[in-house]
Antibody, heavy 122, light 111 residues
């Protein structure tokens, strides 16, 4: 059974860079046809997909966040990471990592991490 | 404003049937891209409920079913139980945005 766990600072100052890592256990991050992604949920609001990466390094991002987002993968550690730059209070959210099937386009997220709350505040 | 539109809330009494709609456009659901549904219990991560428009993952009760037609999709829950009280989200792919999109979520209240 695949398990994902987010880790990183729970508090980030405005204008700084938010950095999170997702550690995958119970399976390999190098699974064919599956992407690894980040989703966020502001308090009391809905889900927003941020970006995804394939173990080979291919990435695609939400156009509304693309200028500030970078997702990377470390297959040796079975981890992938998120960096979101120039954060503001609007970036305060629970950040989830997950994995989704790819069939020429992204499909459902079948495994999710438990989520980690990141607050942007000075 | 979400790309996929869901009603903010629905409610029903135990044992009843409720449906949750998810309305998209010609660049997502209407283009033939699959719709998926998630259940999010209070304080928990979303859980995959339906994938590929109509398929239930192992362990999801058959009280949950879904359909898709044109630019819309629908989730149905029959034999409503107190434990079904949660937020429900639809998800698809949007070719104009070149990415995954979620509905705004629907809060189900079991009366």
């Amino acid at each position: 059974q695949l398990q994902l766990q987010e880790s990183g600072p729970g508090l980030v100052k405005p204008s700084e860079t938010l950095s999170l890592t997702c550690t995958v256990s119970g399976g390999s991050i190098s699974r064919s046809n599956y992407y690894w992604g980040w989703i966020r949920q502001p308090p009391g609001k809905g889900l927003e997909w941020i970006g995804s990466i394939y173990y080979g390094g291919s990435t695609y991002y939400n156009p509304s966040l693309k200028s500030r987002v970078a997702v990377s993968v470390d297959t040796s550690k079975n981890q992938f990471s998120l960096k979101l730059s120039s954060v503001t209070a609007a970036d305060t959210a629970v950040y989830y990592c997950g994995t989704h099937f790819w069939s020429g386009y992204p499909n459902h997220f079948d495994y999710w991490g438990q989520g980690t709350l990141v607050t942007v505040s000075s | 404003q979400s790309v996929l539109t869901q009603p903010p809330s629905v409610s029903g009494a135990p044992g009843q049937r409720v449906t949750i709609s998810c309305t998209g456009s010609s660049s997502n659901i209407g283009a033939g891209y699959d719709v998926h549904w998630y259940q999010q219990l209070p304080g928990a991560a979303p859980k995959l409920l339906i994938y590929g428009n109509t398929n239930r993952p192992s362990g999801v009760p058959d009280r949950f079913s879904a359909s898709k037609s044109g630019t819309s999709a629908s989730l149905a829950i029959t034999g409503l139980q107190a434990e079904d009280e949660a937020d429900y989200y639809c998800q698809s792919y949007d070719s104009s945005l070149s990415g995954s999109v979620f509905g705004g979520g629907t809060k189900l209240t079991v009366l």
